[in-house]
């Protein structure tokens, strides 16, 4: 091998998609030079005219291979890079991974658990098969090193425990930290409170069921690996001293979930004490988790945290039950105050469309938001992704199907026996996704109560009344960047490790 360019696809969808560097890309590409693996970075990130980017750094790039991570609704931009690196470069070797490879071979899993034939997993993953050269399942840090080999599979899975490629607690604790040498962390602007910060993972998978949530029949998303605390605070340090951070948004799914939460708060209370300097800190907690506990909230308020995110998604019991969320309306409560109590704000995260769904659960979203007075929240239109529970577990509906003139799927709750009806998607095609534009939502859900375009008009109506009765302004994202191709020359690889080298412009 004598290069290898990873890419990280646009996602457009987003308001403003120069806010967190996607870091899983870049532990990968940190395993590679940690190996002297020469190793080229494009970050097309809110880059407009990405495809003009890619086209000329093909033409003169090194390259033998190319590997591409992507989510679902990030699918349909990958499959156009596809198209210009085969009419550009047509012998390269093209490997693909991320969640949405993840979600895809999940699902095939569970059809071949539940004896399924010819399922929605299987046709995702031939399509899949067919596109691309190799394709990478799930942890993606050893299974690179499998997926550049000459002789690789077709399908490299890292979504097994049993597979030699899965990490284990010490191997997340001991890998380098993400190459973020590799993009230019400048162009990237976000901040908590004032503080410029940035992102970090203190640890990996969810273990919770919820039936929107993608990865939930995926060890590698479910399964908690954990770094020790003492990591996870050298990352902080680092990200403080090299590059002048002083605000972080740990990513985790749930950080209250580890065993070592408040150790983690009291450490990182103690670094600020040794550094002599104050952080700001945001992350998700898991409801219940956190109402239970009342050691928690003064533990973060202690850290830096002033913000906390956390996704209640409903306010009607009975769909909490269906999304299958553990927390209680009174857990939910509970949190709520608990933060409150101790100073820190909650931007709560909401959903509508689950299975059940009806007018007033909808809008029992509304009712709750304004009651418990939060800080900032989402509310979006829930997406059955592959990989989920609505997905995985539903079965065709020809009746629907019939009825509404496109293949439909119908998801029933085992407990309650409500229903949630999806319109089959080619996600190659189509960039379905939980959140964008408030006033460009799609549902390509519907229940028995509620059509998909009365789903949408509803998520609607709970946003602007919330929002106009607790003074919530509406989020704006930054304007595009674009590549200046007007430079008239090809670029070599060198100078496209960073944002900052492909010239970016405002809009």
């Not at 407009?48 to 931009?77: C, F, H, K």
Request: aromatic share 8%; net charge neutral; with cysteine.
């Amino acid at each position: 091998m004598r290069s290898i360019c990873l890419i990280t696809p646009p996602s457009a969808f987003l308001l403003d998609e120069r806010v967190f560097v996607s870091l899983g890309i870049l532990k990968v590409a940190a395993m590679l030079e940690k190996a002297n693996k020469k190793v080229n970075f494009l970050d097309l990130s809110g880059v407009q005219n990405y495809l003009e980017a890619l086209e000329d750094y093909l033409r003169t790039s090194p390259d033998d291979m190319v590997g591409i991570t992507t989510t679902t609704p990030q699918l349909p931009s990958v499959i156009k890079i596809l198209a210009v690196i085969r009419s550009v470069r047509p012998n390269l070797r093209v490997i693909l991974g991320g969640p949405h490879v993840t979600l895809v071979y999940s699902a095939k899993k569970m059809e071949i658990k539940r004896k399924v034939a010819g399922g929605r997993g299987h046709a995702a993953a031939a399509q899949l098969e067919s596109l691309f050269d190799v394709l990478v399942s799930g942890d993606g840090e050893l299974a690179i090193f499998e997926a550049i080999k000459s002789d690789a599979p077709k399908v490299v899975d890292g979504d097994d425990p049993k597979g030699g490629l899965f990490l284990t607690d010490k191997m997340f604790t001991e890998l380098p930290l993400p190459a973020r040498h590799l993009v230019d962390l400048r162009s990237y602007h976000y901040s908590i409170e004032g503080f410029p910060a940035t992102s970090l993972i203190a640890q990996l998978g969810c273990p919770f069921g919820c039936g929107f949530c993608g990865g939930r029949n995926s060890k590698s998303l479910r399964q908690i690996r954990n770094r020790d605390t003492a990591s996870i605070l050298a990352e902080v340090e680092h990200l403080h001293r090299e590059h002048g951070h002083t605000g972080f948004m740990f990513y985790d799914d749930e950080l209250n979930v580890s065993t070592s939460f408040v150790e983690l708060m009291d450490g990182l209370t103690a670094l600020q004490e040794r550094l002599d300097v104050e952080f700001r800190l945001r992350g998700f907690v898991k409801a219940e988790l956190f109402a239970r506990d009342p050691k928690q909230a003064p533990a973060m308020y202690r850290a830096g945290f002033r913000w906390l995110l956390c996704g209640f998604e409903a306010a009607h019991p009975r769909i909490l039950v269906n999304i299958d969320k553990r927390a209680t309306l009174d857990d939910n409560d509970r949190c709520v105050d608990l933060a409150k109590e101790a100073g820190l704000k909650i931007k709560a995260l909401m959903s509508c469309g689950h299975p059940g769904e009806t007018e007033e659960s909808v809008l029992a979203i509304k009712d709750w938001l304004i009651r418990k007075r939060v800080d900032d929240f989402d509310c979006t239109v829930i997406t059955t992704y592959p990989g989920t529970p609505y997905y995985d577990l539903a079965e065709p509906s020809p009746q629907l199907s019939a009825r509404e003139g496109r293949s439909v799927w119908s998801y029933r709750h085992p407990k309650t026996g409500d229903c949630l009806h999806a319109y089959e998607l080619d996600y190659t095609r189509e960039a379905d996704y939980y959140k964008g534009d408030p006033d460009d939502y799609k549902a390509y859900v519907f229940t028995d109560h509620l059509s998909a375009d009365r789903i949408v008009a509803l998520r609607k109506r709970v946003e602007d009344e919330v929002r106009a009765k607790l003074g919530i302004p509406y989020n704006a994202g930054a304007p595009g960047v674009r590549y200046e191709h007007s430079m008239g020359q090809g670029l070599p690889a060198s100078i496209l490790r960073s944002a900052a080298s492909l010239k970016l412009l405002s809009a």
